[in-house]
């Protein structure tokens, strides 16, 4: 880990853990200079793909501007600029909740309609389903990160990865995609969409994946059927559930 980079970048500066999120890496807010920082770090390369998918998105999508980026070997240590505005989860509009969607919606349209034509990066279902197994072989999900419903209707993470490949969706509308389009991880100010953070798991994806985790975020954040109902009204669309299911159930075995 390229210690003496970091160990200089925080030099006079305020430091503060960010809880926010489920990606398990770590995540330091840093202020100075009167601007504000994040140092992402985590072990292995894990970090490489959100740091080419920021510069490949640069002056596209509103994203973070990169800093420093370092792959050590053992750490990948990844350094951005806050975005304008704040997530739309804060407390300020949070209580909101048409509020929250209107912005999530916008957020969503902007990455549906962008033209993947030159989008070097595919996440399509058949890698998604790669990496589960990965995960699955190398014991880094288990049953007991699965929630308890799926415990009990599935067993075990083979059980489910089995039913995954079984029901396998035959058919993609291929988009951009986030990659883990919940709430935190989108920006805004003054009522308009100001980028994205958390782009690792982005490229090329089913158009019904990043509303299926848009769902799941709403669900989680708002326990209320409202909430996705109001959802599908701004995007003018009929749900299709069983998609959106399928692909809540796929998130069980990601990290």
Same mark, same amino acid.
């Given at each position: ?27 330091? %807010? *840093?202020?100075? +200079? ?7 770090? $985590?072990?292995?390369? #894990?970090?490489?793909? &959100? =740091? ?39 407390? %300020? *509009?949070?209580? +909101? ?7 999530? $919606?916008?957020?969503? #349209?902007?990455?549906? &309609? =962008? ?141």
């Amino acid at each position: 880990m390229d210690n003496t980079y970091i160990k200089e970048f925080i030099k006079n500066a305020t430091v503060n853990d960010i809880n926010i999120g489920c990606s398990g890496d770590s995540v330091r %807010e *840093i202020v100075k +200079d009167n601007d504000i920082y994040y140092i992402k770090q $985590a072990k292995g390369n #894990k970090l490489d793909r &959100e =740091y080419f998918m920021f510069n490949y998105l640069k002056n596209k999508i509103p994203v973070p501007e990169v800093i420093y980026f370092n792959y050590d070997g053992a750490y990948s240590t990844l350094i951005t600029r806050k975005l304008d505005g704040d997530m739309i989860c804060c407390d %300020e *509009i949070f209580d +909101d909740m048409h509020r929250v969607i209107d912005l999530a $919606a916008d957020a969503l #349209k902007m990455l549906q &309609e =962008y033209d993947i034509n030159n989008c070097p990066i595919y996440n399509n279902l058949d890698i998604k389903l790669s990496v589960a197994k990965y995960n699955i072989d190398n014991k880094l999900v288990t049953k007991e990160d699965m929630n308890e419903e799926n415990q009990k209707r599935f067993g075990s993470t083979e059980n489910l990865y089995k039913y995954l490949v079984d029901n396998k969706i035959n058919e993609e509308k291929l988009c951009l995609s986030h990659g883990d389009l919940s709430l935190p991880n989108i920006f805004f100010k003054n009522d308009k969409v100001t980028g994205f953070i958390d782009l690792g798991d982005s490229g090329i994806a089913d158009y019904w994946y990043d509303i299926a985790i848009l769902v799941k975020s709403l669900r989680r954040n708002y326990e209320s059927k409202e909430a996705e109902e109001y959802l599908f009204k701004k995007l003018d669309i009929k749900p299709n559930y069983k998609t959106i299911n399928y692909y809540i159930l796929l998130t069980e075995l990601f990290l």
